[in-house]
């Protein structure tokens, strides 16, 4: 009898003589099988599509110190690349909790570890937010010698056009961390009041034309033209940006387009709820000398951080925090162009 056997599949076809839809990418979708050639993209200072460069690892590896034996929290694992690195350091003796709230990107990077060596015994995934860090605390007992936040999107969200986190490429204004869950960035703005519409874009990105923005999705809506995709709020944009000087309308839109989004994307997956939630419970889950530290990628966050840090500190429960922010050196800006906005701030519990 013969053995069954897979039928071969073709890779995805496409026009011309380089792949450019998201789908198309068969070699950067699929790195392990193609390394040669996502690391000549990687050496072009370019984010292969559907992978996820980690920022500052060695900055952060610095900082934690991670000993054999100790027990870290990964608070959003992403693609996994600074668990990875973390996991290294505990040489087979330790554990890591990695949370992440995408159920879709989980899975694949928690195949990718396993793949690598890192066992149930050394590493768990946990589909959680990391607001609720207190809860691994609860169902372990174990408090934490090390913490990492990444607060930034992942890149394999951001270029899939499924996932509309990108004003680039035309897909729904979804934006959420988990598609399962709350409502798309459609469905927001469709609830929103104007007032309420200025107001977040203002709170959430510094929006300097929210008010103009907000007038001109509120125009759309009464013509009956709803926003659902990206490249429409994108258009919407550029319409309510007109009335500036034809050469500057080009990089204002751009820079509105990437604050817009951003807002919208930490409204609806409500993330500075989140982030105060996970800033207030660190204290209680890390073990005495445990040290946390924590990416930022825009300037409320930052200041979430900052505040909470040095207010904990002035109470004693942090011994140290950090002076001034950590940013990437300019080599690996270079090599990576989305480590441009990132801070570094870290803290060390205190004794007790």
């Not at 071969?8 to 392990?32: A, C, D, I, M, Q």
Request: hydrophobic share 35%.
């Amino acid at each position: 009898m013969d053995e069954q056997q897979t039928p071969h599949k073709r890779r995805v076809r496409y026009s011309g003589t380089h792949p450019k839809r998201f789908e198309e990418k068969y070699k950067e979708l699929n790195p392990e099988k193609y390394a040669e050639d996502v690391q000549r993209i990687i050496e072009k200072g370019h984010t292969p599509a559907g992978m996820h460069i980690s920022i500052m690892v060695q900055e952060i590896l610095d900082f934690l110190d991670i000993k054999p034996g100790q027990v870290g929290l990964d608070a959003t694992l992403g693609y996994g690349g600074h668990t990875r690195a973390m996991l290294a350091k505990l040489q087979g003796n330790g554990h890591i909790y990695g949370l992440d709230v995408d159920p879709i990107e989980s899975v694949k990077t928690e195949k990718r570890l396993r793949d690598a060596g890192f066992d149930e015994t050394i590493f768990t995934v946990r589909l959680q937010n990391f607001a609720d860090i207190d809860r691994v605390t609860q169902d372990t007992g174990r408090k934490f010698d090390f913490i990492l936040a990444d607060l930034g999107v992942s890149s394999m969200q951001i270029d899939d056009p499924k996932r509309g986190f990108s004003y680039k490429v035309d897909g729904p204004l979804d934006l959420r961390l988990n598609p399962e869950t709350g409502v798309s960035g459609a469905e927001r703005l469709q609830e929103l009041t104007r007032q309420e519409l200025q107001h977040m874009f203002t709170e959430n990105a510094d929006e300097p034309y929210a008010q103009q923005i907000a007038d001109n999705i509120m125009k759309w809506r009464y013509m009956w033209k709803p926003i659902e995709t990206t490249t429409q709020l994108r258009d919407c944009i550029a319409e309510a940006l007109a009335f500036l000087p034809k050469h500057e309308q080009k990089e204002a839109v751009k820079k509105s387009c990437q604050r817009c989004f951003q807002a919208i994307r930490i409204d609806i997956n409500g993330e500075f709820d989140a982030l105060y939630a996970f800033l207030e419970k660190l204290p209680d889950v890390l073990a005495p000398n445990g040290k946390v530290a924590i990416l930022t990628f825009h300037s409320g966050e930052d200041r979430m951080v900052k505040k909470a840090f040095q207010t904990f500190e002035r109470q004693g429960v942090y011994k140290e925090v950090a002076r001034d922010i950590i940013r990437p050196s300019a080599e690996e800006c270079i090599r990576n162009s989305r480590a441009k906005s990132t801070k570094m701030r870290w803290a060390i519990r205190a004794e007790d």
